[in-house]
């Protein structure tokens, strides 16, 4: 997958991104086996892990061409460039950074919590503008936004419970990110048997939400 659009539409397509984040990447492949047999197709893997990039490379290796696999945690130019020479098909950032989402050779989707930063984002160019954190803020507040600003499309991150998932995207979210309540202790080397039974509730709640 190599087309930018596509690439976006792979991860709305998904509705869910599954955010891989724990102290070294070791577990992230079980792990991903696991999401996408459950049908997760869209996955973020943190550069604050250690051995990130290289888990990067192999999960692009290891999973389907149509499984979209990110990096997130996106700060500078030589994150992006690390991240995407290792396979990272899209980019996720806490903040926004306006010259990395112009200057990126993949999506990039820059993290907003107000109006002023999510429209910033719109204009820079992002195909994809992350909420977060979202929790705190809550379905409401993305619905009161889209009331004036319609046009921008939102993916919530952190915060967000499996429950809050349909919420969320009754609200007018695109897709939303998910990390320690869909993967638990998984990404630590726990239990891949409930972490299979979470994703499927997580996939669950998108086709509910969509039906």
Do not use: C
């Amino acid at each position: 997958m190599t087309d930018r659009s596509e690439t976006t539409a792979a991860v709305i397509r998904s509705g869910i991104v599954a955010i891989l984040r724990a102290p070294t990447a070791d577990y992230f492949s079980a792990v991903a086996e696991v999401l996408v047999d459950s049908g997760i197709t869209a996955m973020e893997v943190t550069l604050t892990s250690r051995g990130a990039v290289e888990a990067i490379a192999g999960l692009r290796r290891q999973l389907p061409a149509s499984v979209a696999i990110g990096a997130g945690t996106v700060l500078t130019a030589d994150d992006a460039k690390a991240a995407v020479d290792a396979g990272a098909e899209f980019l996720v950032s806490p903040v926004i950074d306006a010259g990395l989402v112009a200057a990126s050779e993949v999506p990039f989707y820059p993290g907003t919590s107000t109006p002023t930063e999510m429209w910033a984002a719109y204009r820079a160019g992002a195909e994809l503008i992350k909420l977060f954190p979202a929790g705190g803020l809550g379905p409401s507040f993305l619905r009161d936004v889209r009331g004036p600003l319609p046009q921008i499309p939102v993916m919530p991150t952190g915060g967000i419970k499996i429950e809050d998932i349909a919420d969320w995207l009754f609200a007018g979210a695109k897709a939303v990110g998910i990390g320690s309540p869909l993967i638990g202790d998984a990404a630590a080397g726990g239990n891949l048997r409930n972490l299979a039974a979470r994703a499927r509730h997580a996939v669950s709640a998108v086709a509910f939400a969509r039906s």
